[in-house]
């Protein structure tokens, strides 16, 4: 299946109609999806697959799936599958977001409509596409290509696949809520979405591939302290709040996310609140080496434990939770082989690299479905710096074209 200027001129157009759709996902809902402009966002998908002729299935609990069985002759086929997220971070404005098209990118500065500046000095993957276009939001805003480039893709091997009448196996789709937020595999329909091998259309830069990411696991401390009135506090007061801050103080300096990279793991306080007699502070747990985080983990119990005794009169309860795992030994290597040939025959140079976070589909690969990640041209995720690539994200639709054509060749 070749790319062509109307599959081209689809991807854009839906990408950009798709920026300009709030869909932020919430850490503080308790809702499954977490926002409304995530519901209204999968009814617009499910809407338009229908209008395609097309049976997609919205379940409540925030997943769009769709399935295309085999044509005939293809019946023995592995069946593989796509995924991708609807919603984006909470990090920064998913509201009024305005898609600006820079063409024929010549290689220098680029300045935002707010007056911020996107320069190769400090984002030296823009000049891979000197003479290409891309997409800026203003600045004001994230971009969203995190990942509705993802959704975009999708939605066009979906309509090649059904239009141009391709010869394929039994296919998979399945459209994420709430990814941004953790909890983008919390019971997805597999009843729906039962795929031998997956791909998630969540990553970075052309040719980036992933199948190996952190471990991350949650600590929770509930501290309990000691009160009395301040003015009669000598001697009996255990203030929570100040154990709250002796544990933060008492993180390894050198391992936290802002002064590590590539393999190296940290903790980080993720939040903190509380008052005299209460206080809950949460601590995420990051490390490839499954022994490192369960070392990471005793060394906050023996923490815990040692600032109970500095603080009399206080108590700490921990609790551990695990959120995702290293995908890496659930992904068998002929799958990656498979990637990487697919890859080069399709004329990407692959960047095999580790998540330093998770995706959908590291929970997906502990749940028996192995998921690389693959990119989709997006840069500078999270923030009003964030930009999309056209030539990387019409080569990832490439990617998942010849993926499709090329399923006749994996093992089953």
């Not at 239009?163 to 329909?189: A, I, Q, S, W």
């Not at 929770?220 to 000598?234: E, S």
């Amino acid at each position: 299946m070749e790319i062509t200027e109307s599959d081209r001129r689809f991807l854009l157009n839906m990408f950009v109609s798709l920026a300009k759709s709030p869909s932020t996902s919430s850490a503080d809902s308790l809702a499954k999806p977490t926002s409304e402009g995530q519901i209204r966002l999968l009814e617009r998908l499910a809407s338009l697959l229908f209008s395609w002729g097309l049976t997609p299935v919205l379940h409540e609990n925030g997943y769009l799936t769709l399935y295309l069985p085999p044509c005939e002759g293809k019946e023995k086929t592995v069946a593989i599958g796509f995924l991708a997220h609807v919603d984006t971070a909470p990090d920064c404005s998913g509201e009024g977001v305005v898609p600006r098209i820079v063409r024929n990118y010549r290689g220098g500065t680029v300045r935002l409509e707010n007056g911020a500046i996107l320069s190769p000095v400090d984002f030296p993957d823009l000049l891979r596409f000197k003479g290409g276009d891309l997409i800026t939001s203003s600045g004001d805003t994230l971009l969203g290509a995190d990942d509705k480039a993802g959704v975009a893709i999708l939605l066009g091997l979906i309509r090649k696949t059904v239009f141009e009448k391709t010869e394929h196996g039994p296919l998979y789709f399945m459209f994420t809520t709430d990814e941004e937020v953790g909890r983008g595999m919390e019971n997805p329909p597999l009843d729906s979405f039962s795929p031998k091998y997956a791909f998630t259309f969540d990553g970075g830069t052309l040719g980036e591939a992933e199948y190996e990411c952190f471990h991350a696991v949650s600590v929770t401390f509930r501290i309990t302290g000691k009160v009395i009135h301040l003015g009669q506090a000598k001697g009996k007061l255990t203030n929570a709040v100040d154990v709250a801050a002796s544990l933060i103080a008492a993180l390894p300096p050198a391992e936290k996310p802002e002064t590590t990279e590539d393999r190296e793991g940290y903790y980080c306080p993720i939040s903190a609140s509380g008052e005299v007699g209460h206080a809950v502070l949460t601590v995420l747990l990051r490390d490839f080496d499954e022994k490192k985080i369960e070392e990471r983990i005793a060394f906050l119990h023996d923490l815990a434990a040692s600032t109970e005794k500095k603080y009399p009169g206080s108590r700490i309860e921990m609790r551990t939770e695990y959120q995702y795992r290293n995908m890496k030994s659930m992904i068998p290597s002929f799958l990656i082989d498979f990637l990487v040939k697919t890859m080069e025959e399709t004329g990407i140079e692959p960047r095999i690299e580790s998540v330093r976070g998770g995706t959908d589909g590291a929970r997906l690969s502990e749940m028996g479905i192995p998921c690389p990640n693959l990119f989709t041209g997006g840069h500078n995720f999270h923030s009003g710096l964030e930009w999309l690539a056209l030539p990387a994200f019409y080569k990832a639709f490439e990617l998942g074209a010849a993926l499709v054509r090329k399923a006749d060749s994996l093992q089953n």
